[in-house]
């Protein structure tokens, strides 16, 4: 087929040039370079009769030449990711398609996922055991659109790939050191498909299963910086609380609840990554009460996703929740709680009266739940312990009991009923699949055995307490080796005691 300009008998192509029609300059349209392209000498390419019949379908490719006509003063052509940051209204018509582009994946870092029976046997591990108390990836999207045939051309689904094998593979024994060698090669693939132009949210779910790893594993500051990393990342691309994006283009409901949970698991790991050490400032924005919570894990599962099914903040807390919504309420509260601690936590306010009484209300929903989530449960219970510890430094002066260390006191009297309870006279806890267990309680279960450690050293039950937290954190070391630095932490503080 001939082009426009063998067509024309008049010195005229019979479309405007690509450059003046994105730019919806005008265009005298002659040949062979139009007046507009040839004062600014500028490249001028006239569209084939085929570009002309579908104005809507102009390439990457295209826009490159367009923006940088000559190719002669740059090699550089720019990308997606590119544009949003530099200008992004020139993408509010719509008319620019980016087209994922395939690229190289070496063949070394290939070869660490395995053959694809490995593949979905790691992705059923995840979606078993860390999915049900960590839901930020679609399960319906990632069976149907990530794992198609042709995966291993895009470095963003290989990178996701490798978090998941990297997060369901349990912590080496000899010697105990999380910092693999598939860790390590993780990172450092990670780090090159950032600075590729590979700009997409399965680039900040990798991000979200690598910093999880480092926080349950306790790898520092790896962890902390991870996270942020990764809220920088959701800015990025436009995800907000809310769920909604800055791309123009129409999301699906499960795209936009996908969006949502992923928001939500950076709020959880950025709050649970600082409840040690409160005074961090937090780099993901406070949820206020208009925000929507996760819809029914069940059904997101399945590809449902209802309006009339989501929840807000504002909403009163309900067993209809899925747990991950419970989940998300809670990490706001523990949000509050470090920022109240870090102001000063020992002057004389009722904010933490509020403060408890809301942790103590979900706590509350989450154990009236016909089937309770007892990760979620020992997430409020570090909420707790972490809000009331401070309570508890001047317990031993009777002089200066207050009632903040009344109320810490009830409330450690109460977690340690239950923690008789479940652990020691039933053992709930420690028959569970250790692939199960997610890193929400091992604050916790330190925290009650620093305090029954110096406040009761001599109380036999006390002691018994402490030996059957350590066992559970012996058992837990064994997924999370965050477990295991919890323990030297107590067995320092028994050498410190002996002195």
């Known amino acids: 087929m001939e082009s426009p300009i063998s067509e024309s008998s008049r010195g005229q192509a019979k479309q405007v040039c690509i450059s003046c029609k994105v730019r919806k300059r005008k265009c005298d349209k002659i040949l062979p370079a139009c007046s507009y392209c040839t004062k600014r000498r500028w490249k001028c390419n006239y569209p084939t009769v085929e570009r002309a019949d579908s104005p809507d379908s102009t390439t990457a490719s295209a826009w490159a030449d367009v923006l940088d006509p000559t190719h002669a003063r740059t090699p550089l052509s720019l990308d997606l990711a590119t544009v949003t940051f530099l200008d992004p209204t020139l993408l509010e018509g719509g008319q620019i398609d980016f087209s994922q582009p395939a690229t190289y994946v070496p063949a070394h870092t290939l070869a660490l996922l395995g053959d694809i029976e490995t593949i979905h046997e790691t992705a059923a591990v995840f979606f078993r055991h860390t999915h049900t108390w960590m839901p ?32 369901t593979s349990l912590p080496p024994t000899n010697p105990r050191n999380p910092r693999t060698s598939l860790y390590l090669a993780v990172k450092q693939f990670h780090l090159q498909v950032e600075t590729s132009n590979a700009f997409s949210i399965l680039v900040l779910q990798a991000g979200i299963l690598i910093a ?123 949000g509050q709680v470090l920022t109240f601690l870090s102001s000063d936590p020992t002057a004389e306010d009722t904010t933490w009266v509020q403060l408890d009484r809301t942790l103590q209300s979900i706590l ?136």
Not at 241 to 265: P, Y
């Open 212 to 334: 999880l790893y480092e926080v349950g594993h306790g790898i520092y500051p790896a962890a902390f910086l991870s996270v942020g990393a990764c809220a920088r990342y959701a800015h990025a691309l436009g995800i907000k609380i809310s769920g909604q994006s800055a791309a123009k283009r129409v999301l699906s409901l499960v795209e936009v609840e996908e969006k949502r949970r992923v928001w939500w698991a950076i709020v959880i790991l950025e709050r649970f990554v600082s409840i040690g050490c409160p005074g961090r400032p937090l780099v993901t924005v406070e949820p206020t009460l208009d925000d929507l919570l996760p819809c029914s894990d069940a059904a997101w599962d399945q590809g449902i996703v209802r309006v009339e099914d989501n929840f807000r903040l504002s909403s009163p807390m309900s067993s209809h929740m899925s747990k991950f919504a419970l989940l998300c309420q809670a990490a706001r509260l523990l």
């Open 364 to 499: 509350a929903a989450a154990l009236d739940l016909q089937s309770p989530d007892y990760d979620q449960i020992t997430f409020i219970y570090s909420s707790l312990l972490a809000l009331h510890t401070p309570g508890l430094e001047n317990e031993l002066d009777q002089n200066n009991s207050t009632e903040r260390t009344q109320r810490a006191r009830a409330v450690i009297d109460n977690t340690t009923d239950r923690i008789w309870s479940n652990l020691i006279e039933r053992q709930c806890f420690l028959g569970r699949d250790r692939e199960d267990l997610s890193p929400w309680g091992l604050f916790f279960a330190y925290r009650i055995c620093n305090i029954h450690m110096h406040a009761r050293p001599d109380d036999a039950s006390a002691r018994t307490m402490v030996d059957s937290l350590k066992t559970g954190l012996v058992f837990i070391d064994s997924r999370w080796n965050l477990a295991g630095a919890y323990l030297q932490l107590i067995e320092a503080q028994e050498v410190m005691m002996m002195r």
């Open 136 to 167: 930020f990836i679609s399960k319906k999207r990632f069976y149907e659109i990530h794992l198609r045939t042709s995966f291993h051309t895009r470095s963003d689904v290989v990178l996701l790939l490798l978090s998941l094998k990297l997060l």
